[in-house]
C-alpha cells in the first residue's frame, strides 16, 4: 500500500488554498463531482506536482440489496485511470431502496444510511464488494459511515463486522475516526472496542471531521471543526498502528486557510502522540492490506447464493427507507424519536444539495425556498437524484400557482423549460398531462 502521509480533501470552494497550502501530501475528491475529460485545472496541477489524488465516492451504494449498478463502476474506475488514482474509495452504506426485489418504488436516501450488522447484510455486502473489485483497475477500500440510528436485532459489533468484510474479501478499508465518535454518541459504541477488533493491517488510510451536537445526537456534518475525542480516537489508533495516510475532511462552511491548517497540525500532532505511545510497528507495504484481488469469478451472475438474503435485506431496507423518506410506519424495533431526527435531517441535506445544484431557485424563491422544500419533500420522496428533484420541486410550485408573486413564477417557469428538455420523458400520462400544461 502507498504511503499517502496527510492530506486534505479536495473541494471547489478551497482550491486555491489546498494548492498553495504548505504540508499537504495527498488530496481526495468526491469521484462524482469529477468529469475524467475535463478535470478541473486545480487537480492538475497538483497532479503535476507529484501530488496524489484519490477518487472517493458516496453513490455506488455497496450496502444497497441489489448488486452494484455497471454504469456507476464504470464511471468511478474511469476517474481512478483519469487520476492516476493508486486506490479508490467507498461507503458501507445503503443510498437506495425498493425496486424490482420488493415490487415496489425505488427510492433514494440521498445519504448514507447504514447496513443491518447481520449475516444477510455480511454476505450481500461482501458479494457487491467483490462485484466491485472485479470491475475497477485499482484497489477498493470501503469506509465506516457515521449513524443516527440502530438496526433491531443485529449479530455482530462494528468491528467484528468489518473484521469478517475485509477476512472475507481481501478489501482494504478507510477508518473514519470521526464516525467511530458519532456512533459513540448517538449508538453508545466504545471506539476503544471497535478499534480493538479491526483487521489493522487492512487499513488504507484514516478520515478526520467535524461534527455537532442538535437534538441529542451528534451530526457529522464535515463542517465544523474537529473536536478533541475525534482527536484522541486518532491517537488510540496511532498507537495500534502506523496508518498510510489521514486526511482532513472539510465539505461546507469553509474557515480561513489558517485554520484549516492549523487543523491538519493537530492532526499530526495526535499521530505524533500515538506514535510515542504506540507498542505496534508501522505497516510494511507488504503487510498494508489484504490483497484486494480476493473476488470470486461470477460473482454478479444470477442466481447466486446471496439472492435469498437479498431478498429479506431488500425488504427489510425498503420499509426503513420509506419511513425516513415517505412518511410510512415506522418498522418494528426502530426508535421513533430517532428515526424523526434521521428523517428531519435527510430533508434538510436534500433541501441544502438542492440548493447548490440549482443555486437560482433559492435566487428566485427567496426566503421562501427552504420552507417551500421542506414541504415538498414530506410528499414527495426522491426518486431520480438530486437534479431531478429540483425540476420535480420547481414543476410542483409551478402548478400549484406559486410563487405568488407573478415575476418570480415567471423566472421559475423560464428555469423550469430551459432545464426540462424540448422532450422531457413522461413518467405516466398524468405526468405528461402537467407537462404539456406548464408548457402553454
Avoid at 451472475?301 to 410506519?329: E, F, I, M, N
Wanted: hydrophobic residues 45%.
Amino acid at each position: 500500500m502507498q504511503r499517502l502521509g496527510t492530506g486534505i480533501g479536495w473541494r471547489p470552494e478551497i482550491a486555491d488554498a489546498v494548492e498553495h497550502m504548505p504540508g499537504v501530501d495527498w488530496v481526495e475528491a468526491v469521484a462524482e463531482n469529477l468529469c475524467p475529460g475535463h478535470l478541473p485545472p486545480s487537480l492538475l496541477r497538483l497532479r503535476e506536482r507529484g501530488v496524489t489524488v484519490v477518487p472517493h465516492g458516496v453513490s455506488l451504494g455497496l450496502g444497497d440489496a441489489e448488486r452494484p449498478d455497471p454504469g456507476r463502476l464504470t464511471a468511478l474506475a474511469e476517474r481512478a485511470e483519469a487520476l492516476g488514482a493508486p486506490l479508490v474509495t467507498e461507503h458501507i452504506a445503503f443510498v437506495r431502496a425498493g425496486g424490482p426485489l420488493t415490487a415496489s418504488p425505488r427510492l433514494e436516501a440521498g445519504h448514507l444510511l447504514p447496513v443491518p450488522r447481520t449475516k444477510d447484510a455480511l454476505d450481500v455486502l461482501c458479494e457487491n464488494v467483490r462485484i466491485a473489485q472485479d470491475a475497477l483497475p485499482v484497489p477498493l477500500a470501503v469506509e465506516n459511515i457515521a449513524a443516527l440510528i440502530s438496526w433491531p436485532g443485529e449479530e455482530m459489533t462494528e468491528g467484528q463486522f468489518l473484521y469478517e468484510l475485509a477476512d472475507r474479501t481481501g478489501v482494504r478499508l478507510l477508518i473514519d475516526v470521526a464516525n467511530l465518535h458519532t456512533n459513540h454518541v448517538n449508538r453508545g459504541e466504545d471506539p476503544a472496542e471497535a478499534l480493538a477488533e479491526l483487521p489493522l493491517e487492512a487499513v488504507a488510510y484514516v478520515h478526520v471531521a467535524g461534527g455537532f451536537a442538535r437534538d441529542g445526537v451528534w451530526h457529522d456534518s464535515h463542517a465544523h471543526p474537529v473536536p478533541r475525542p475525534v482527536l484522541d480516537i486518532l491517537t488510540d489508533l496511532a498507537s495500534l498502528v502506523t496508518p498510510p495516510g489521514v486526511l482532513l475532511e472539510r465539505d461546507e462552511n469553509f474557515p480561513e486557510p489558517a485554520e484549516l491548517e492549523g487543523e491538519l497540525t493537530a492532526i499530526r500532532e495526535a499521530l505524533a502522540q500515538g506514535a510515542r505511545a504506540g507498542t505496534r510497528p508501522p505497516l510494511s507495504a507488504e503487510a498494508a492490506g489484504p490483497a484486494a484481488t480476493a473476488g470470486s469469478a461470477g460473482a454478479g451472475s444470477t442466481g447466486s447464493p446471496t439472492d435469498p438474503a437479498r431478498q429479506r435485506l431488500a425488504l427489510t431496507q425498503a420499509a426503513l427507507l420509506s419511513a425516513l423518506v415517505a412518511g410510512t410506519p415506522v418498522p418494528e424495533g426502530f426508535d421513533r424519536a430517532r428515526l424523526g431526527v434521521q428523517a428531519r435531517a435527510l430533508a434538510g441535506k436534500r433541501a441544502d444539495v438542492v440548493a447548490k445544484v440549482a443555486p437560482e431557485l433559492p435566487v428566485i424563491l427567496g426566503a421562501a425556498y427552504r420552507a417551500s422544500f421542506l414541504a415538498y419533500a414530506q410528499r414527495h420522496p426522491m426518486t431520480g437524484g438530486y437534479r431531478r428533484d429540483a425540476l420535480d420541486f420547481a414543476e410542483e410550485l409551478l402548478l400549484a400557482g406559486r410563487p405568488q408573486q407573478a415575476r418570480s413564477r415567471r423566472e421559475l417557469r423560464e428555469w423550469w423549460l430551459d432545464r426540462s428538455g424540448p422532450a422531457p420523458r413522461p413518467r405516466s400520462r398524468m405526468a405528461r398531462a402537467r407537462r404539456v400544461l406548464l408548457r402553454r
